[in-house]
């Protein structure tokens, strides 16, 4: 089993961070592994740090259009059902 701990974060830290997920059920250790990459990779390779970040925010665009798709759909089965 990995180790794992516990970290105390202000609610609009959390929030932030929130903000940067990929994918509905990504954890909070992948999340927070991602940005560490993004800044690891900014002072060695701006250029790839930059890539990475378009990456990750076309992955969050997708996921954003998704969620709205989802919720379209439960709305429609509702009001059939109503």
Not at 30 to 40: A, D, F, G, H, T
Not at 53 to 69: E, F, G, M, S, T
Request: charged fraction near 40%.
């Amino acid at each position: 089993m990995a180790n794992i701990t516990t970290i105390k974060l202000q609610v609009p830290t959390k929030k932030r961070i929130e903000k940067l997920r990929s994918y509905k059920r990504e954890s909070y250790d992948e999340m927070l592994q991602k940005i560490l990459e993004v800044l690891n990779l900014i002072r060695s390779d701006p250029d790839k740090a930059r890539s990475k970040l378009i990456h990750i925010d076309r992955q969050k665009h997708a996921l954003d259009a998704q969620q709205i798709k989802e919720k379209r759909e439960e709305r429609k089965q509702n009001s059939q059902t109503n």
